[in-house]
């Protein structure tokens, strides 16, 4: 199987793409691969093609794009993960997992018991680290659009995003008496979608309700009380399967 290396500035029509300098510098130092060798490059956008390469420079690698692949197929569902901010490396995990599963888009958000602030997200560079993250799961899936991995919002400010259907998973005990997902099959399958998974500490009653108001469709998994991280793994195959994407 060929190694795989992303080339965002690839164009369908170009003859050689240059690699960006850290998937240049993993080709050549980690890899050890050099002029003549066979990869695939895509662009994050759903292309990919088989290349050689014909330069190998430790900050100058250049592939000759040769034919096109047929990329993995994309889920038919837009579902955009609409994740409270986890603590440590669960984030991580979170977005790598979502990413292998199908994801359009990943918004972080923080709650009210999310243990940071939007701001200290960004003054903490964790936007660069979700990204590389996300990449590495592109690269392992074989998907060859990456997810876009969007500035971090508070939760009052994701409800003014539209979706054409939204999700909010709730722990079976939740006052609000959620519905299970089972009976989404019986619903024409949306076009787009919006799963909301709380913190660790799980969602405010006044987050709840607030959401309710905006339309927003209350989701258990069942009797049991998953973790945090568990929680969006499962909700995301669940859909697949009954949208048969």
Do not use: N
């Amino acid at each position: 199987m060929l190694h795989r290396f992303f080339a965002p500035t690839l164009d369908a029509g170009d003859d050689a793409v240059t690699l960006p300098r850290d998937e240049g510098e993993h080709l050549v130092r980690v890899l050890r691969l050099g002029v003549g060798d066979s990869v695939t490059v895509f662009d994050g956008r759903g292309h990919e093609f088989v290349g050689r390469v014909v330069a190998a420079a430790r900050r100058d690698v250049r592939v000759q794009v040769l034919s096109r692949v047929d990329p993995v197929a994309e889920p038919t569902v837009a579902i955009t993960l609409a994740q409270a901010v986890l603590k440590g490396e669960r984030m991580d995990d979170v977005i790598r997992d979502g990413v292998m599963l199908g994801v359009s888009a990943i918004q972080p958000i923080v709650a009210k018991r999310s243990e940071t602030t939007v701001g200290a997200l960004l003054r903490g560079a964790r936007m660069e680290r979700w990204r590389r993250v996300a990449l590495a799961s592109v690269k392992q899936s074989r998907r060859a659009t990456l997810p876009d991995i969007r500035t971090p919002l508070t939760f009052e400010h994701y409800l003014d995003e539209p979706a054409a259907l939204r999700l909010m998973l709730v722990e079976p005990s939740a006052p609000m008496d959620p519905t299970r997902l089972t009976p989404l099959r019986s619903l024409s399958v949306p076009v787009d979608a919006g799963v909301l998974v709380g913190p660790e500490g799980g969602w405010d009653v006044q987050e709840c309700t607030l959401a309710m108001e905006r339309g927003v469709r209350m989701i258990s998994l069942g009797p049991r009380t998953l973790r945090a991280d568990a929680v969006p793994i499962a909700t995301l195959s669940v859909l697949q399967f009954l949208w048969e994407s």
